[in-house]
C-alpha cells in the first residue's frame, strides 16, 4: 500500500486559493449544522471533528462569512484505509490507529462531508475537493458516503464507485494515476 507524506503548506494555500479556512469551533459548529440541514443526515459532532483536526493538522474546512460551505477530510493510516474497507472504521469517533496523525505516512484519505448552500459555494466546494483529491492525495486511495442522490452523482462524475461490503453507501476512488513527472504535489513518498 503506497503512502504520502502530506504538504500541508501546500495544502493550505490551495484550500485558500479556492475560498477555504481552518474554522475556530463557531465557525465549525455551523457548517457540522449546514452540512446537516443539506445532507437531512447526522454529522459528527464538532467536538469529535475538533479532536480529528488537532491530530491531522488538516482535516477542517469552511468557506463564506456566514459559513455556507464545509469541507471535512480525514487523512488516514494503513489500518485506517483496511478499517474502511472492512466497515469497521467509525466517521464520528475513528480510533486513533486509524487516523494519520501530522507528519506522519498516509494511506488513504476518507471525506466526511464536502456540502454547499448555494450554487456558486457548491461549485466551490467542488472545486476544493478535487483540488485536494488530486494535488494532495492523488497517490492514494479516496473514500466518501453517498449522503444524498447528488453527492453520488458528484462522486460517479469524479470517477468513484461504490464499494460493496463495508459502510453503507460508501464509495471509492482508488489512487490517480501519476501524473508525467510529477507526484502530484503530496510529498515525498513513505
Known sequence: MQEIRIDYTRLALRAAEAGFRQPDFAELSEGL????????????????????DSLTGMSAWVTGEPVNGVFIAVPLTAEGVTAVRGGSFMPGWPALAHVCEAGAPCAGVYIGVYAGATKETRRRVMGAAAIVRVDIFGPVPCFARGATEDGKRSMAS?????????????????????????????????
Request: charged share 15%; hydrophobic share 50%.
Open 33 to 52: 449544522r449546514l452540512a446537516e440541514r443539506l445532507t437531512g443526515q447526522a454529522m459528527a459532532t464538532p467536538h469529535s471533528i475538533t479532536w480529528i
Open 158 to 190: 469524479l470517477g468513484f464507485v461504490p464499494v460493496q461490503g463495508a459502510m453503507s453507501d460508501l464509495w471509492a476512488q482508488e489512487p490517480l494515476p501519476a501524473m508525467d513527472g510529477a507526484d502530484a504535489g503530496a510529498g515525498d513518498a513513505a
